[in-house]
C-alpha cells in the first residue's frame, strides 16, 4: 500500500504553517551572533598567556546564545585542543623551569598549595 505525505499550505502565511518562518528567525538570530564571534583570538594566539583572554571572550559569545549549540561547543573545544598542543608541543614541559611553570600556570587560574 503506497504511503503519501500531504502537507497543508495557508494561503495567508504558508511559511508558518510548516515551520519555516521561525526556523529562518533562529537562522537570522544565530547568524548575527556568529558575526562577531571571537574564535580567531584562539586560533591565532602565539603565546600561552593569550589563550585566557580569548577564551574568555568566547565564553562572554557563549553567554548570548540559548540553548548553546552542542556543535558549537565541541568545535571550540577542539581548536582549543589544537591551539594548546601546537604551543605546548615547542616546550619541553619538564626541563622548563618552575617560575616559567608558576607564570603558566598563574595565566590559567591554578593554584598551587
Known sequence: MPYSVQVSMST????C??????AL?????YNRIMKDFPV?????ATELE???????AI???????????????QAVCRDF??????????RRLM???FDDFEKVSICFGVTHF
Not at 504553517?17 to 521561525?22: D, E, N, R, S, Y
Open 12 to 15: 495567508a502565511e504558508p511559511c
Open 17 to 22: 504553517v510548516i515551520g519555516l518562518k521561525p
Open 25 to 29: 528567525t533562529k537562522v537570522a538570530d
Open 40 to 44: 580567531n583570538d584562539l586560533l591565532s
Open 50 to 56: 593569550e589563550i585566557p583572554s580569548a577564551l574568555v
Open 59 to 73: 565564553f562572554l559569545q557563549f553567554s548570548k546564545i540559548y540553548p548553546l549549540p552542542q556543535a558549537l561547543l
Open 81 to 90: 585542543s589544537s591551539v594548546m598542543l601546537t604551543l605546548l608541543g615547542t
Open 95 to 97: 626541563q622548563i623551569s
